[in-house]
Nanobody, 127 residues
């Protein structure tokens, strides 16, 4: 099992930027996929970004390409999410997640393929 702790959330004005961090501990390995999801009040948890163990491959939904960037530091067993040009609709709780075993890139966006989750960090974007 991997323990994940997010940080870096907060209140920001529209157009601003935030950088989220997620520290991993426990069964840490640089071989598993790490990802970010988010959940707004009354909505389903949605995929934000994922990065492979090597850090060479990243995945984003089309709606977030160009504004969000995921990266990882395997030496520190951490994953980051740089969010730019934030919009009020980006307001949500952001969760870090880890896969315990390799999966196809075709399902990397599915929350059911992730085994470990952090507690989340609140991001609020004011208009």
């Amino acid at each position: 099992q991997v323990q994940l702790v997010e940080s870096g959330g907060g209140l920001v004005q529209a157009g601003g930027s935030l950088r989220l961090s997620c520290a991993a501990s426990g069964r840490t390995s640089s071989s598993y996929v790490l990802a970010w999801f988010r959940q707004a009040p009354g909505k389903e948890r949605e995929f934000v970004a994922a990065i492979t163990g090597s850090g060479l491959n990243t995945y984003y939904p089309d709606s977030m390409k160009g504004r969000f960037t995921i990266s990882r530091d395997n030496a520190k067993t951490a994953v980051y999410l740089q969010m730019n040009s934030l919009k009020p609709e980006d307001t949500a709780v952001y969760y870090c997640a880890a896969q315990a075993k390799p999966t196809s890139p075709r399902v990397i966006h599915l929350k059911t393929t992730y085994d470990d989750w952090g507690q989340g960090t609140q991001v609020t974007v004011s208009s």
